[in-house]
């Protein structure tokens, strides 16, 4: 059943965008830093869509690599703290009650 609304899915999301297609084939002048082009400007669309889609998962690339060692960090460190715990026994929490 999973596989069949995603096929749905998929082949709604490609009639759009060839529809989206047919309407805008207008050919634009797009000027750029190092000449200019002459395209459709669909394609030019879903030029700058994918363009944009890849920098935006390109800046999440960092905070992906720091959480990744951040999770490294602590599991490491939680290694330690159990090692230590199943060597001395259980140690008291807080303080002490009189």
Request: hydrophobic share 50%; proline share 2%.
């Amino acid at each position: 059943m999973r596989r069949l609304v995603d096929l749905v899915a998929i082949l709604i999301i490609v009639v759009l965008g060839l529809s989206f297609a047919m309407l805008n084939t207008e050919v634009t002048h797009l000027n750029y830093y190092f000449g200019s082009i002459r395209t459709p400007l669909s394609l030019l669309l879903i030029a700058a869509l994918f363009v944009g889609a890849v920098l935006g998962a390109l800046s999440t690339v960092g905070l992906l690599l720091r959480q990744r060692a951040e999770i490294a960090r602590l599991r490491r460190r939680s290694k330690v703290e159990h090692k230590v715990l199943s060597e001395h026994g259980k140690l008291p929490l807080g303080g002490t009650s009189s």
